[in-house]
């Protein structure tokens, strides 16, 4: 099975920027969709970003503009550079494999999970 792992969270000031990285541990992407979710507390773990293996992106409306998915299959490592960062973006992110080719936007769709890393936006 492996594993994925996420890391780039942080403390950030509002405005400011961080990178993820979702490194695959004993397992490949192959041809796979992978997604980024986020949870804050209290709330459910909502849709922020994922990227097929062509490159085609999707987005939150939330984030759009502000954040930029991207992937290097050679290295099977997602990235999310993540500028603008807002109080609100405060949550753990989630890195995911969908385990098919096409992307989505419910984490019901996803197979695979990290154990997430914690971004926090200070106002």
């Known amino acids: 099975q492996g594993q994925l792992v996420e890391s780039g969270g942080g403390l950030v000031q509002a405005g400011g920027s961080l990178r993820l990285s979702c490194a695959a541990s004993?397992?490949?992407?192959?041809?796979?969709?992978m997604g980024w979710f986020r949870q804050a507390p209290g709330k459910e773990r909502e849709f922020v970003a994922a990227v097929m293996w062509t490159g085609y992106s999707i987005y939150a409306d939330s984030v759009k503009g502000r954040f930029t998915i991207s992937r290097d299959n050679a290295k099977n490592t997602v990235y999310m550079q993540m500028n603008t960062l807002k109080p609100e973006d405060t949550a753990v992110y989630y890195c995911?494999?969908?385990?098919?080719?096409?992307?989505?936007?419910?984490?019901?769709?996803?197979?695979?999970w990290g154990q997430g890393t914690q971004v926090t936006v200070s106002s």
């Open positions: 004993g397992r490949t992407f192959s041809n796979n969709a």
């Open positions: 995911a494999d969908r385990g098919q080719a096409w992307i989505g936007r419910r984490p019901s769709e996803y197979e695979f």
